[in-house]
């Protein structure tokens, strides 16, 4: 037998209709069920806190905050009576505070919610939850250093959070590298990484080297390729003066084939580098040359190749590269690439010595009589007939000390013309007796 | 490193901490450095630091800890160190400090080809401007030219069968830089003659022109500088005319057919242009 619902049946039915389609996030019903309720009795608290539930989850904050605004704020019963002038703060539920500090954060009025969800903390010390948004409205507020504290407070509470930990780890990374190493709570598997990154940011680098040693040795177990981590395990080998673990690190990078060619590129540029920090310039030119493989078009990978090229002394190579590098860039950026290089190839000035040594024994009058004795080896075969090209050329071999080949030549210089008084001068000199035909010269007189 | 200017315990020390660069110390052999400059430390430890510096961007201490050494002392720098300082002075921004200590390099050390070649690759500021012969170049030519002055003809006779710009303008600078060893040796004629055929060669005829008439003072019958000052304009307060030099010399020697072929082409330059004038 249907007996017709009370008028606070009819709401409370409405009521948990509504709850439902919320919970199976039905919004649009859940609001129709609210509506209903709050035909009945528009003033009910429990239907206007619902609809600000439901509104905030619709996306609508400014109508969740209308909802709340037209809510008493007290508990069914514990409102104020008619002669009460102002709420009972005791009474005020925190729940109800919450929405209306989520609200107006979803408003935009992140200030007002932040201030709002500051005042429940210090009444509700002991509440995570009020704290966790807190901290989520301080971190959108951009008061990191606030939200870090309040992530440390929920950490005394819960212990267990590791997202809190994480979170609060992350807050102090830039500003407090030590306080977010220790925030990270115990190391395993999950934050190691994070961990050696801390400890880079920290300066702590051989415990930074022991966790990449550590998470390089499972990615082998595991025979995975990480180009990422292989890179910032190389810049701890670097930092730490271990060239050659970070040549295997870098060289392992390169490994990885899911990388692009650019990051494989940078990867080259970073084993090139090393190897000029190692003098050794021409391991470094075959770097570069095979990162301007990769990224034609880098004029970093091109300016490396240059240089390595040049220290390497090869000059063709220079001068094909080096028409590249300057197709890809501009005069003053090309000078300032190739000098960026050179510090990096600073520590071995002692090889770089060798040859300058060797070229400042390098006589420019031998080199300007070698060039002379060639010009006049071509114009005595041009003009056979010319005393003064075969006296030349034997004042040239004279000064190069080569006394034989000079006595021939001016002794011909003579036989073509016996006048000639310098010749007579050089070959008394050479003390040559008679000037006697050539051996040379023999089937041209015949 | 100058040898001759470091002490073998310098030496030793900065060899040392070069090996710890290469090894990978890098902050070891950098606080050690540090400390060394602030005492008396050469300038090679002080590029060698400011190597360090400027590796890892550290621009402003080592454009500082370069500072003096090599732009106001640079004597005290071998080749590889200065061209360390000029790069970091290009890295700093230091364009015109840059442009100076890259002369310096050019002039003191740019005969060694391994230099030339680095200064041409960086195309360091200012390299346009640098003369097509490093003074290290010419100084060092002189000095073997003053020790055997007799090679001068033969090699602008070779420079006259094959002319190439760069060792006309060594011989040339090297050749005058002599000069004043032989003033009044016999030696000077055959020098004089040298240098107004290397002027002619290279095109700058009023040089041309001074060391003729500066050669026909001491010997007014040089066939050869006679003929030179036939092919150039009068300047008549250089010397006598070209027309006159040539009469003197052609009356002289009246067998010589270039000579007077010289001659009779001069007469006829100079009534050509009379009646143009």
Known sequence: ?446 | MNASSLASSESQTLDRLSHMAVQGRLAEAELELHAWCRREAPPAARVMLAALLARRDDLVAAREILGEPARANPDQLDPAEARLAVAILIKAGLDDHARRLAAWLYHTHGDDPTVAQWLAVMDVPGLTELPAVPDATVERLADELAAQPETVPSLVYALKHAPRTRPISLLRAATARITAHFEDQPQMLPLTQALAELAMLIGDEDDARRWAHRGLRLNPYNAVLAMLLGQLDDDEAAGPTAAQALKLVAQKFPHYPDVQAAYRRRLELDRQSGRAA
């Open chain 1, 1 to 446: 037998m249907n007996h017709p619902l009370s008028h606070q049946e009819a709401i409370e039915r409405a009521l948990d209709h509504a709850q439902l389609a919320l919970a199976g996030n039905l919004l649009d019903a859940a609001l129709d069920h609210v509506r209903e309720a709050l035909r009945r009795d528009p003033g009910h608290t429990q239907a206007r806190l619902l609809e600000a539930r439901i509104r905030l989850r619709r996306h609508e904050p400014r109508l969740a905050l209308t909802a709340l605004d037209q809510h008493t704020y007290y508990e069914p019963g514990a409102g104020p009576g008619p002669t009460e002038s102002a709420p009972d703060p005791h009474a005020v539920r925190p729940d109800v505070d919450m929405l209306r500090a989520t609200a107006l954060a979803a408003a935009g009025r992140v200030d007002l919610a932040t201030a709002l969800a500051e005042s429940l903390a210090e009444r509700f010390p002991g509440d995570t939850g009020i704290l966790r948004a807190l901290a989520g409205m301080q971190i959108h507020d951009g008061r990191v250093r606030e939200a870090a504290e309040t992530l440390a407070q929920v950490l005394e509470l819960d212990p267990s959070d590791r997202a809190s930990a994480r979170l609060r780890s992350d807050l102090l990374t830039h500003a407090q590298p030590d306080a977010a190493l220790d925030a990270l709570g115990p190391i395993d598997d999950t934050n190691r990484r994070r961990a050696a990154r801390l400890c880079v940011s920290c300066h702590r680098l051989p415990e930074a080297q022991a966790h990449y040693t550590h998470l390089l040795g499972e990615l082998q177990d595991a025979q995975e390729t990480d180009a990422d981590l292989c890179c910032e395990a190389a810049e701890v080998s670097e930092q730490l003066g271990e060239n050659a673990q970070a040549l295997d690190r870098l060289h392992a990078a390169l490994e990885d084939h899911r990388q692009t060619d650019a990051a494989r590129a940078l990867t080259l540029r970073r084993i090139a580098r090393l190897y000029l920090h190692t003098g050794r310039p021409q391991q470094s030119g075959r770097a570069y040359y095979g990162a301007v493989r990769l990224t034609p078009d880098d004029p970093l990978a091109w300016a490396g190749l240059v240089f390595c090229a040049q220290q390497a002394d090869k000059p063709r190579l220079v001068s094909r590269a080096d028409r590249v590098l300057r197709r890809l860039t501009t005069r003053a950026r090309r000078r300032e690439l190739l000098a960026e290089l050179v510090p990096h190839a600073a520590a071995a000035p002692l090889a770089a010595d060798t040859p300058t040594e060797a070229a400042a024994l390098h006589s420019p009058l031998q080199r300007m009589l070698a060039d002379a004795a060639r010009v006049m080896k071509k114009t005595a075969s041009k003009y056979p007939d010319r005393a003064d090209v075969h006296y030349h050329r034997a004042v040239c071999d004279v000064a190069r000390g080569e006394t034989a080949d000079a006595a021939r030549w001016v002794n011909h210089a003579l036989t073509l013309n016996p006048r000639y008084a310098q010749a007579q001068t050089l070959a008394d000199r050479l003390t040559v007796a008679e000037p006697g035909p050539d051996p040379e010269f023999v089937s041209l007189d015949i």
